[in-house]
């Protein structure tokens, strides 16, 4: 597995995290198009059948996800969805049959899109106190474009989704480096 296998693996995981049927959706119909290839056992998501479970839930999701108090239920639903969709997917454009432990694989899908619908979960009912719901299908509407966007940058160019994670990185450590620096002085000041 190479270096952009791996971003791309992350950055589906990640959308997985905001929009788990979305991310699956584009993965499925990406590999039922011949885009990408899925291996055994999750060729099963080429399947009609499943495309067309997975628009449904999609547009359930997308729908039901920008009405307040219902987006609360859909979070907590999405507890158990999210990450364990962001380990099917994880897995499935890692190679795991081949290239990756399958443990590690699921372990790191479920880390990162846990993460990322931790984040969601925690944030979403501070948007609807304090825009009185107003901003939900503001908030909800970006997600789903985020996670889309993502979602299809890693599958149909996953060098730019390891672009983006390498740029991300740098900028977070040299923010993280200045803040150490002035945290430094700051100290030297008081001294």
Known sequence: MGVVDVFAAFGLSASAGLNAY?????????AKLN???????????ESWWVIGVLIVLTLIEIFVDKIPAADS??????????????????????????????????????????????????????????????GNPVVST?????AGTTALLAVLLPGLVALVAVLGIVLFLAWRIRRLNRLERERAAAR
């Open 142 to 146: 970006a997600e789903d474009i985020v």
């Open 35 to 45: 885009i990408i290839t899925l291996e055994q056992p999750f060729d099963v998501m």
């Open 73 to 134: 239920l859909n979070d907590i639903i999405g507890t158990v969805v999210r990450p364990a969709a962001g380990a099917i997917l994880f897995a499935a454009s890692a190679g795991v049959v081949t290239e990756l432990s399958p443990v590690l694989s699921i372990i790191l899908g479920l880390l990162m899109a846990g993460s990322v619908h931790a984040v969601k979960m925690t944030t979403r009912p501070v948007v609807t106190t304090t825009t009185a719901g107003i």
């Open 22 to 30: 979305l991310s699956l959706l584009i993965v499925a119909v990406s």
